[in-house]
Every structure is written in structure tokens, then in C-alpha cells.
């Protein structure tokens, strides 16, 4: 479908059979090609392409009618671009994949975007939190691409992270601190105060005899008798 050779005038010399067989062979891969692109179509489209000879001409045509880009796709693609704005879903790197990818998209569709244009558009895309950065972004004359704002904002996406981070555990802390000093006051204050009237120990000590208890001394009894 590259090439197109035309066919070759008659003759008995070794090269005009050389020609020949070589235009033979050719003719059959082109028949073959071409019946490969009318088979992939739908049937209008073979209506309207089926009357070109070669397989060259039938491809060549349908490049051109089918292998631009569209200017429909191509304003939709612009505005999409210049509307971006970063999802509060995606991190900061997925934000800069996303508005890379557009910007290669444009490219293919031979639409070279300037790197001001590139920069604006990344400053744009942050979202409302990030008004005192995107000023900063916007008048910091170090920033010449789309790498360079691509790098400060990730820097300040990461430092962002970080402060949000510690005041979390700094939260934390403080409300687990709390709560270990309430749960240390309602130990102390359930702790039983000991009673007098409390149970009696168990082990009772044996009651030693008094006088009347224990065995009686005969020599020192008086007798009634005398």
C-alpha cells in the first residue's frame, strides 16, 4: 500500500520477464490488500471507496478522509485543557499525570502549547485552598516549564501532607492524654474504702479457758465438810 507500480510493456529480453514476474507478484499482494480493506468495512463505506484500482489509491484516500484530526475533537480537546481543574480525589502527581497526558494529546494534534501556557494552565488547575500559592506561582520568575511548576507544587503538595500530619497526631495525643486521665480518676474514685462491719476473718482464734474452764486443783478445793 506504500508503492505502486504500473504495468509493463511487452517484450522478449530477459529483463521485461524479470519486470513482468516482478509486476505479477506485486499485482497479487495488492488484489489481496485490497480486498483486506473492503472487508474491514461497513457496507457504505465499501460503496464509496470499492471503485479505486489499487489498494494504494483506496488507502490513500481513506487517510485523507478519516486520518486528520477533526476540528471538533481538536476544540474539544482545547477546552478541556484550558477548563481543567484538579479533582479533590486525586493526589497532586495524578493531577500533573492527567494535564500531561492533555498536553501530549494537543501535541499529536499538532497543537504546541508554550510553556507560559503550560505554567498558566498547571496554576490554574489547583484548587481554591491554594489561592496564596498560585500568586506566588504566578509572579516567581524561576518558573520557565512545565517541569519547574510541576516540581514546586509537589514540593508544596508534600509539605502540606506533612503539616496536616503532625497536627492529626498532635490531636491525637491530646485527646488520648485526656482520656487516660479520666480513666485514672474513675479508678481511683470506685476504689471500696475498707468498713468495720466487713466480714470476719475466717481463721478464729481458740478461746482460751478461763478460771471455771479449766481443770480444777483438788488440794485447793475447799470442803464443804470442815
Not at 500568586?135 to 511548576?149: G, P, S
Request: glycine content about 6%.
Amino acid at each position: 500500500m506504500t508503492f505502486l507500480l504500473n504495468e509493463q510493456p511487452e517484450g522478449n529480453t530477459v529483463q521485461h520477464r524479470r519486470d513482468l514476474e516482478v509486476f505479477e507478484a506485486w499485482s497479487k499482494k495488492d488484489r489481496c490488500a485490497r480486498f483486506t480493506l473492503l472487508s474491514c468495512m461497513y457496507d457504505d463505506l465499501i460503496g464509496a471507496y470499492e471503485h479505486y484500482a489499487t489498494a494504494k489509491a483506496m488507502w490513500d484516500q481513506f487517510r485523507f478522509d478519516f486520518g486528520g484530526t477533526s476540528v471538533i475533537r481538536l476544540r474539544s480537546l482545547v477546552l478541556k485543557f484550558e477548563m481543567y481543574k484538579k479533582e479533590p480525589k486525586n493526589s497532586m502527581t495524578e493531577n500533573l499525570r492527567i494535564m500531561f497526558a492533555m498536553i501530549r494529546d494537543l501535541k499529536n494534534a499538532e497543537i504546541a502549547l508554550s510553556d507560559e501556557l503550560q505554567v498558566q494552565a498547571v496554576i490554574r488547575s489547583l484548587s481554591d485552598s491554594w489561592v496564596n500559592m498560585r500568586q506566588i506561582l504566578t509572579h516567581y520568575e524561576n518558573i520557565k516549564n512545565f517541569a519547574d511548576v510541576s516540581h514546586h507544587v509537589e514540593l508544596e503538595a508534600e509539605r502540606e501532607e506533612a503539616t496536616h500530619a503532625t497536627a492529626f497526631f498532635a490531636q491525637w495525643g491530646k485527646r488520648h492524654g485526656n482520656w487516660s486521665k479520666r480513666k485514672r480518676k474513675g479508678k481511683s474514685g470506685n476504689k471500696e474504702v475498707p468498713s468495720n462491719h466487713g466480714p470476719r476473718d475466717s481463721r478464729v482464734s481458740k478461746r482460751h479457758r478461763g478460771k471455771r474452764g479449766g481443770k480444777k486443783d483438788k488440794t485447793k478445793v475447799k470442803c464443804c465438810n470442815c
